[in-house]
């Protein structure tokens, strides 16, 4: 094992196989068997670097027995051993994709470092949390492979930055770390972000086809920003979340209030929650009216929530549950609830009544959503061109392919579809031809100065005519005064909501107006 003869070896101190180290491990057990003297023989493992005549070293497994005030050591030739649990190590700390230092490898890592400075402050240290914006959009398009592809090659490119005290790690999906040592300037951080990101920006060859994607990050350091692991990663994402909220393809440094915003997003949620388990949401019914002959034509679902006896309005929880886990289940809920009405209504004598649902992109992204619209139609027995969904340009333009995909498989089934607050977002002149939509809704921003403001009548007379030009139908929303339903009419816009006409009902409210209207001729406004 050593190299040594009998005759060199036999006699000679036992440095010469371990250097120092066994003599150690001998005075350490020593001090313990004689404060703990029964077992009168100890013995353990002990991992130890052993060297070879040659002068070569190998590592060694020792297990010492204290016999007397002497010791019977038993060494073994650990190499295989190491060979398998370095193996192991890499298996357990290693991203098989990507060949990059996983999740598992990052808290080990960070572990470690917090615990070396025990209550000492540990050395400044940079971390960055990536997420790849439109990855989604190259797994849908072009197939999981390529994008699997895809990450293999943004890592090579980042594999120049990695040194002796830059760490990359992927956590999973696409998001990835980079950790930087000894870093405590901003400036520093900031110009390895930014690399990065640059390094994404730029086309991705897959297989003879190009993918584009962009990069967001949050930026934090510690021990400034986090004394622990846990609470590190946790402001890390919080300053990611940030950017993504602002669209992506952009970085943020962490702030505290962000901790703030996050508790009270936190508080929110669980009201959420509870209120969701105690049935306390409604669903009010805003009505549409066709102005030509102001006939009620359809109702919008609006979502309420009742709150210890209190009716609250959706512009105090509506953001926040879009974002929330419950969005999709509260979404479905509203849909089955709407449909149900429609179907109501339409039997009790009103069967050219219109239900209108807006929807939460967690919905509409589902793949799955077109079968659950057809499912929830089949129960309520109501024909497709009765229910209406409503987005919003932002929904659309988020992923705009995938977005497009879904409103064919919608309008292939005769759901009428909506584009909400148009004029507010960015939707292109090119998207709104590609996309079979049936209709388009003015927001209340642009009817609210009417007929007064030059600059807003234009705008809404160029909106309707354009609309009309690609075959949709206008809905203005927020109408309530006379003279404003009088332009609108006069500038051909189809339908109308708004206070001049009809608050929000409750069910029972709006089953009693359309009884009431039902034999009113003309319809005369509520």
Known sequence: ???????????????????????????????????????????????????????????????????????????RDATAARRVQEKLEHLAYSDPLTGLRNRAALYNDLGARFADHGADIPRPMAIALFDLDGFKEVNDTLGHSAGDRLLQIATQRALPLIGNNVRVYRLGGDEFVVTIEDCEDQDVAIDAVRMLMEMVEKPFNIDGQLAFTTASAGVAFAPKDGATVDELLANVELALYRSKGRGGNTYTLFHPGFQAEAQGRRAIDLQLRRALSNNEFEVFFQPTFRLADRSLVGAEALLRWRQNGRLIGPAAFIGALAESPHASEVGAWILRTACAEASKLRRSGHPSMRIAVNLFPTQFNDPAFAGQVHKILSENDLPADALQLEITETIALDNAAAAVTQLRRLHQMGVGLALDDFGTGYASLSFLSEVPLTHIKIDQSFVRGLPGNRKLAAIVEALIKMAHGLGLEVIAEGVETRAQAEYLRRNGCDEVQGHLFSRSLPAWRMEAMLHELKAQTPLKTA
């Open 1 to 75: 094992m050593f190299g040594y003869s009998r005759a060199e070896l036999v006699g000679q101190r036992v440095e010469i196989l371990v250097p120092q180290n066994l003599r150690a491990a001998h005075g350490a057990k020593r001090d313990a068997y004689h404060a703990n003297p029964l077992p009168r023989t100890m013995g353990s493992g002990t991992s130890l670097r052993g060297r070879r005549k040659d002068g070569t070293e190998l590592p060694v497994d020792i297990m010492l027995t204290l016999i007397g005030d002497g010791a019977l050591a038993v060494i």
